[in-house]
């Protein structure tokens, strides 16, 4: 028989729309490997990875912990009040990042996986879009986001907006994304049969693992 090729989803949407919720989802449900462009680019800034002397160079010993590791927060504290530090920062780990998830990509199609899954924040812009096979654009509803962003980290309401506000819009999402899944609902259950419906129509079969429903409030 002939072995199915792997397909391969990406994730993206504003912070706060609940894509960890929808990445739990297919890891459970499909048994996706999940790709998560933050976490590897926190991996490539350890000590030893291909980023962290680049970073050291760039922006000094003051960024980092005793125990030699980089603290992001000095980090962000530095960029994010000067444009031209954070473009020479995303010069020296976007395009390292992209490199490893296209080379873990093609690792786990040579593999066999059904499903791989990327999920990135700034996926469409650093045209990930351009090797998936399909993207979903998580979103929640403004209020909704803010309050959880609120709850889960602890943000006030006007630094929530405030990032919000410089990411793309709904209708940018929209128009670029193939599907949309809304996770604005306040059971997951409501997310589940969304993404069940997507991913028949995506040709992926539900995982032998697959849990049972749960009434229960989505994240």
């Not at 927060?73 to 992209?98: E, G, K, M, W």
């Not at 602890?154 to 990032?163: D, F």
Request: proline share 5%; net charge positive; with cysteine.
């Amino acid at each position: 028989m002939e072995k199915t090729p792997g397909k391969l989803l990406g994730i993206t949407g504003g912070i706060g729309a609940g894509k960890s919720t929808v990445l739990a989802c297919l890891k459970e449900r499909y048994g996706a490997y999940v790709i998560q462009a933050d976490e590897v680019a926190r991996s490539l800034q350890q000590p030893g990875g291909p980023c962290y002397d680049r970073i050291t160079e760039a922006f000094g010993s003051c960024i980092l912990q005793p125990d030699g590791m980089i603290s992001r927060n000095t980090l962000a504290s530095i960029v994010f009040s000067d444009p031209r530090r954070l473009r020479i920062l995303n010069q020296i780990v976007h395009p390292a990042v992209r490199q490893w998830i296209l080379d873990e990509t093609t690792r786990q199609r040579q593999k066999g996986t059904l499903l791989t899954v990327i999920e990135a924040a700034l996926l469409l812009e650093e045209r990930y879009d351009q090797i998936c096979d399909e993207v979903w654009y998580i979103r929640a509803a403004p209020p909704v986001r803010i309050q959880r962003l609120m709850e889960s980290r602890g943000y006030t309401r006007e630094k929530a907006k405030q990032i919000m506000e410089n990411q793309l819009s709904d209708e940018q999402y929209k128009s670029r994304c193939r599907r949309t899944i809304d996770n604005s609902g306040g059971f997951l259950t409501d997310t589940l049969k969304q993404i069940d419906e997507a991913m028949a129509a995506f040709g992926i079969p539900l995982s032998a693992r697959t849990a049972p429903d749960a009434e229960k409030p989505a994240p």
